[in-house]
């Protein structure tokens, strides 16, 4: 069966399945202290057990670890990963490019555009041994937000490529938030400028030798105006 291995670097044990996937916990090395710290959730999915350590090593060695909660977990196929990002919500996936069930290419379309896409996260940086320019800007094309090679890395590299990437995906989370709030405010005026109209009369009353007329619009959506017409003895 695939094997989904994580790596908690504040204590933490536990173990449960996830479909053909086992998932198994071991106590980590503690990073970033004080508990009130953001926890991080970082992703590795790479198939090689010794690169997937390096890269845990250098995450641990960046500035980040030190100033937050990281946890570091591991995932050795592609299916594996995109389950484990479907129910654990990494804030960012370090994916491989070359695994044994598919490339990283298919796992980061099957993470934007399946359900394990979560209001922009995870974000992804694509790390492989391959330093292709054409699998780097495809992985940037299809949503990728940085694209790094193995036998370069280092622990401030990968430090800052993470730290990056998941600010970029949170600045665009804080612009479809604001989005999302001003289309849901223009949707309310809109609403109310439709019940404000509602308010005014639709027609004017048949005086014998008066021509009566009425009319309202406002300069926005609603305004503060109204009237009506009032008959009196």
Known sequence: PETLIFHVVFP???SCCLGA???RGRIGTPVGGRMNREIIRILIVDNSPDDR???RQLLEQGRWAKSQRLVVL???TGHAGHEFCRKHAPHCVLLDYRLPDLDGLQVLAKVRTGSAHNHGFPAI???TRVGNEAVGAAALRNGAQDFLVKDE???QVLDEAVRNAVAIVRRRQR?????????RARAQLHAAGDMQKRLLPRTSPQVPGFDIAGAC?????TGGDFFDYLKVR
Do not use: G, Q
């Open 21 to 23: 996937a086992e998932i």
């Open 175 to 183: 612009a479809e938030a604001r989005t999302i709030k001003l289309n």
């Open 125 to 127: 940086v694509m790390v």
């Open 217 to 221: 619009h406002p300069a926005a959506e």
């Open 74 to 76: 591991e995932a050795d």
């Open 153 to 155: 890395l280092t622990a």
């Open 53 to 55: 350590r390096l890269i």
């Open 12 to 14: 933490f044990i536990s």
